[in-house]
């Protein structure tokens, strides 16, 4: 197996890992802490969230890059990796300032907001970005391995009814802060610090902000509305929202563990010069991420409700629609990732990565506004559709003369019919003796027949040596 290979399944693993816990927990959290405390703690984890993206500004994208094109020069990727941290720890001191003042004078439940401060405090020990970069993905499947496990543990050991919601916030809080921790030990084989100066650590912050602005700006429409809906709403309407996001997160994971290992390779092969090999795994990222959003997506449409029953509980039953609005996303949100860590950060065309960040977040606070009021978690995911559609089409019209868009549009509308074939096979089958099981045979044959297309139309592609 090639590096390229291993390291997109050691991500797709990592990636897994992170959302394994709220998968495997969330049934049973949703039936002893109910909707409100899931909102308490998706509502505080939002807000911490926001202070950690200060402490690293854009350094998941800006670092992993830079350590990328230096990655085999020992000393050229300590200082580096010396400077950046350097500046993650200073704006980790105005980060975690702020976020004290927020406890004290708005937090909405001040015992959840300051219990959170251990998963604030994790972005210190934060260094993804290095290691990401180094393309060592290994490391971070079997840190994180251990730490999930002992979570889940926990969780099921120590959350036994609703008043144990701050137990549950302070395990989470626990956990991203040892699972940050974790790596540190790795490091010095791989770097040999040294102390750089200001001047050497200040001369990043102007590149670094300028990958933050669309960090920022992607909040928005990613963490935002569940803080507006805690404010504007109340923490049901959180919790809603919540569990329906978390199974869209799931579905994109293999999406965002190609972006994150292609990055570095993409821009390594940039800087080498081999923009032909960079465009082939271009056209083939396109393809196979249209493939797997299409079908996702239209299995969504027909499950989501049912699913969110037969998961979450009969409480979370609005869960369900707002994971049909929210499945629209997930097309847009895929490829886009494609376009964006393939080609727009390698090819350092960061004014359109920004600007179309910044259109979305005035798109999404925009329709926030007007809809959350009204509609609660369902205008919220209007608001997502809506930013993340105005997002996709900024990139894709800012960059399609460099991109094969017909080729794209031709395999999207192929899946697109797969995907029809889906739903109807899906709706047509019978129920059967009980709700989870007549929901484990209908995304069993759901996947079967949209795969079995797919598969046939991938595989005659390949053999007629087209992309």
């Not at 939002?46 to 994208?61: K, Q, R």
């Not at 080609?343 to 990565?353: N, S, V």
Request: glycine share 6%.
């Amino acid at each position: 197996m090639t590096s390229l290979k291993k390291n997109l399944v050691y991500n797709f693993i990592y990636q897994i890992l992170i959302l394994l816990l709220p998968l495997a927990t969330a049934p049973y959290l949703s039936r002893v802490v109910m909707e409100e405390g899931v909102g308490v703690y998706s509502f505080s984890y939002s807000v911490a969230l926001y202070f950690t993206y200060f402490t690293l500004l854009g350094m998941n994208n800006y670092g992993s890059r830079s350590i990328a094109a230096v990655q085999n020069d020992l000393q050229k990727r300590s200082a580096l990796f010396c400077q950046l941290y350097g500046l993650q720890m200073m704006s980790f001191a105005v980060s975690i300032i702020l976020y004290v003042v927020y406890v004290i004078f708005f937090s909405v439940d001040r015992i959840a907001a300051l219990i959170m401060l251990t998963g604030t405090a994790s972005a210190l020990f934060d260094i993804n970005w290095f290691f990401f970069g180094m393309e060592k993905f290994r490391l971070t499947v079997t840190r994180n391995a251990l730490i999930k496990l002992l979570t889940v543990i926990c969780i099921f050991v120590f959350v036994r009814s609703r008043e144990d919601i701050y137990i549950y916030i302070l395990i989470m809080g626990t956990s991203m802060l040892l699972s940050q921790l974790c790596l540190w030990p790795f490091l010095r084989k791989y770097i040999r610090f040294v102390r750089p100066s200001f001047r050497d650590i200040i001369k990043h912050l102007r590149s670094d902000l300028v990958l933050f602005i669309p960090v920022i700006a992607i909040s928005v429409y990613k963490i935002m509305d569940k803080i507006m809906l805690g404010y504007i709403c109340n923490m049901s309407e959180v919790g809603y929202y919540e569990n329906a996001e978390k199974i869209i997160n799931i579905s994109l994971t293999l999406i965002i563990s190609v972006g994150t290992v292609m990055m570095p390779r993409m821009t390594a092969l940039i800087s080498a010069g081999d923009k032909k090999s960079a465009g082939k795994y271009l056209d083939t990222s396109v393809t196979l991420v249209s493939c797997y959003c299409i079908g996702t997506m239209c299995g969504l449409f027909v499950l989501a409700p049912e699913f969110s029953v037969v998961f979450y509980g009969e409480a979370f039953r609005k869960s369900g629609t707002v994971m049909i609005l929210l499945a629209v996303t997930i097309i847009f949100l895929g490829v886009g990732n494609v376009i964006r860590t393939q080609y727009l950060i390698p090819m350092k065309k960061d004014r359109i990565y920004i600007t179309s960040a910044l259109m979305g977040a005035a798109v999404n606070l925009v329709v926030n506004i007007v809809l959350i009021p009204i509609m609660s978690s369902e205008g919220a995911a209007v608001g997502t559709i809506a930013a993340e559609v105005s997002v996709f089409l900024y990139q894709v019209i800012s960059v399609r003369r460099r991109l094969r868009l017909s080729l794209y549009i031709r395999n999207a509308l192929v899946y697109s019919f797969f995907g029809i074939i889906m739903m109807a096979a899906v709706i047509l089958i019978p129920p059967v003796f009980s709700p989870a099981a007549d929901l484990i045979l209908r995304m069993t044959a759901g996947a079967a027949v949209y795969s079995a297309l797919s598969g046939v139309y991938l595989i005659k592609k390949k053999r007629a040596g087209r992309n």
